[in-house]
Structures are given as structure tokens and as C-alpha cells.
């Protein structure tokens, strides 16, 4: 499927009458900004292949989807509102494509817990949240490769520094008494997940 075709099932899915392709180009040119390393549309991509794997355990896929396009929309490494920002534009879409106030709320929240600063309350929120972090517990080449790329999306922070925050951040997913939320992720990556954290704390 293409990514217009995804994006026009998302919104059919929702029960829109219409997609809006220029919001959808819109979104092609985030994703695509050339400051961007990892938060492209390679990992856009990846995310959708990740959820078609629990796409059936999801309350509503079609919430869960829209919120994945919106998810990294706003990406600024030097701004602390990046997942507000885009929870926002989220939101503000959803009502100008027609979507209920409700359905409205829920995507904007789906997008805000991406933060990964709290636990992911209720089934949507924890499918999202498995989704995004499915990079984790990819192959060890894959991942690599995501901690290059993200790397490199802070050209301006020193090195110490990068390595200092970036060994917080890991070690936090490694103090969790599971990285992933549904049964699924960690049945298929938790273990993998975690020899990858191990690997790169090593390094840091």
C-alpha cells in the first residue's frame, strides 16, 4: 500500500467523507526535512508495518493510525513541544476533516503519549507506544543504525553531552520492568529490545 493509500484508509476508517491530500503532502515534507535522521519517513513506514501486526487488538486502528502520522510531525531537537505541537495539529485536522470532538480528543492524546514520559493508559495508547518503540527490538543492524541516525540529528550538542543524555534515556527503558506494553511486542521483541539497550550502553 502506498502512503496515500494509507492515508486515505486512515480517514475512511474514521469515517471522513474525504481525505485532505494537501495535509497529507504537508505531512511528506515534515517527515522529509532535511535535519531529519531517524524521525523521516522511514520510520513512518515502519511504524505502519509494526501495526498492522496488532492492528486488531487496537479498539480504534483508525485513531491509532492518524495519530501515527502525526506523532513525529513537529520534530525540532532544539524544542521541548515538539509532541504538543503535533498533538495540536493533530487535533485541529481531525475537526476540520469532520471527525467528532471526541474522536478529536483521542487522537491528540494518542499523539501527546509519545512522550513516553507516563504510562500509556488504556489498549489504543498502548499499541501506539509498542509501535513507536518497535525500533528498539529491531535487529541489532537496524538498531544500530537508528542510534547513528538519531545521533546525528543533534550536530549541535557535544559529545559528552549526547552521550550523557542519551545513557539516561536508555537506561530508563532499561529500568522498566517491561519496555513494551501488549503481549505481542513482548513476546517478538522484548528480549531483543533489551540486548540492544545493553549493547549500546556498553558503547556510551
Not at 509519545?114 to 538498531?143: C, M, Q, W, Y
Not at 536508555?170 to 529500568?175: I, K, S, T, V
Amino acid at each position: 500500500m502506498t502512503l496515500l493509500a494509507r492515508w486515505q484508509s486512515a480517514w475512511r476508517q474514521l469515517g471522513a467523507s474525504d481525505a485532505d491530500e494537501d495535509l497529507f503532502q504537508r505531512l511528506v515534507a515534515c517527515y522529509s526535512e532535511p535535519h531529519r535522521k531517524y524521525h523521516t519517513l522511514q520510520h513512518l513506514n515502519e511504524c505502519f508495518a509494526h501495526l498492522e501486526s496488532v492492528r486488531s487488538i487496537a479498539e480504534r486502528p483508525g485513531e491509532v493510525e492518524l495519530g501515527l502520522w502525526f506523532h513525529d510531525a513537529i520534530y525540532k531537537t532544539s524544542r521541548k513541544d515538539n509532541e504538543e505541537r503535533s498533538a495540536e495539529w493533530a487535533r485541529d485536522s481531525a475537526r476540520a476533516g469532520g471527525l467528532s470532538e471526541d474522536q478529536a480528543n483521542r487522537i491528540f492524546g494518542l499523539v501527546m503519549i509519545t512522550k513516553h514520559n507516563a504510562v500509556p493508559v488504556g489498549r489504543d495508547a498502548e499499541v501506539l507506544v509498542d509501535v513507536d518503540l518497535g525500533i528498539l527490538g529491531s535487529a541489532p543492524a537496524r538498531f544500530d543504525e537508528y542510534e547513528g541516525q538519531v545521533r546525528e540529528e543533534y550536530p549541535w550538542v557535544p559529545g559528552p553531552l549526547y552521550q550523557k543524555e542519551r545513557r539516561r534515556i536508555l537506561q530508563e527503558f532499561a529500568n522498566r520492568p517491561t519496555i513494551y506494553r501488549t503481549d505481542y511486542f513482548r513476546a517478538a521483541y522484548e528480549t531483543q529490545a533489551r540486548d540492544n539497550i545493553a549493547r549500546s550502553l556498553a558503547r556510551l
